[in-house]
């Protein structure tokens, strides 16, 4: 049996919860929400799950959401964590906990909005190979009741570290040619090999290509930022397949973008600014896609649905576009307020335009 497992007891959870909130409040207004704590508190998984990721993103005041949200999901994957650091599953669980649980164990403390979150000791005490490996039989678990496009970005992810890392390749292997080699899953099958950590290469591309077709737009992302990288590592290819990998850049991007997600935006506002992609490896300026108009376009799509990377965006169309602003002081402030509350770095640098 599978470590992390479910005895599909969460289906009867989704169907009650449909009924009893979804059916009457909807989802986002606050006699839903408040229903989802009550439903949770009465041990539903489907809403345990959705309070969590209610103190996770910060829509509830809690001085320590991350640690919170973190015991709350696992309490609806129905996982105990022992007192010498051993995970084990009663069943009773929701699928889609599996991969937020899985997306902890990879991001914290590195990235995200887990950078700087606070402590968590399960997750401090865990050396770094053994965080990746339970993320991914927690990903993997999670695939295989439920397409989730997340949670297979995350596996992903994990291929792509060992990739780059003969050990963490090593110490995963294993996993990889027992539970994903020839394997087939919510729509789709595994084919390749993992004799070697860059055969990991390829099997990462299947399942960022996967979430992709989900339109998952952080694997847009991830999509993006390898195609950057192939890009300028290629040196030398010729002038038709730069182009054409070009064209996936902006592809990948695109998909992501016009879901309003606000790195991609600004990021293709940036190309199409100064027609320059970079990574890593180098940069590469093609003039011939400089578009101003699709530029301001993809900045005001990045400023939709605001986070961090959206204060870059009002800073690059305060910087790129200032005769839209000449007379227009109101503007002008309300985008600073916009970039001061976003990220404060960025308030430094829009100062001295």
Known sequence: MDKFFCDGSYEEDLREYTELVVQKYGVSSPAAQREI?????????????????QVFYLRLLRKYPYREAFSLYLKTADIRISGDGVWSCGGAAYPLSFWMLGYYLVNYRKSSSLLKCEEIEAIETMPEKERLLTAMELAVSCIKYVKAPGAVNLAGRILQEAAEDEALFEALKPFVIERLIGKEFSGFSVCGAAEKASDCAALSEL????????????ACNNLAAREADRLLQGGGQDAAKTKESIERYINYLRL?????????????????ITGEISSPAGRLVSREYVNFALAKEYFLKATVYPDVNSAWAFFNLLKYFQKDFDQDLEKINEYMD????????????????
């Open 37 to 53: 704590r009550c439903l949770a508190d009465a041990g539903n998984t489907v809403a345990g799950k959705l309070f969590a990721d």
């Open 207 to 218: 399942f960022f290509e996967e979430a992709v077709k989900e339109g998952y737009v952080y």
């Open 256 to 272: 992501s973008a016009d879901k309003y997600e606000p790195y991609a935006a600004n990021r293709l506002g940036l190309f199409y």
């Open 338 to 353: 916009y970039i001061k509350e976003l990220n404060p770095e960025v308030y430094d640098l829009t100062m001295e335009l």
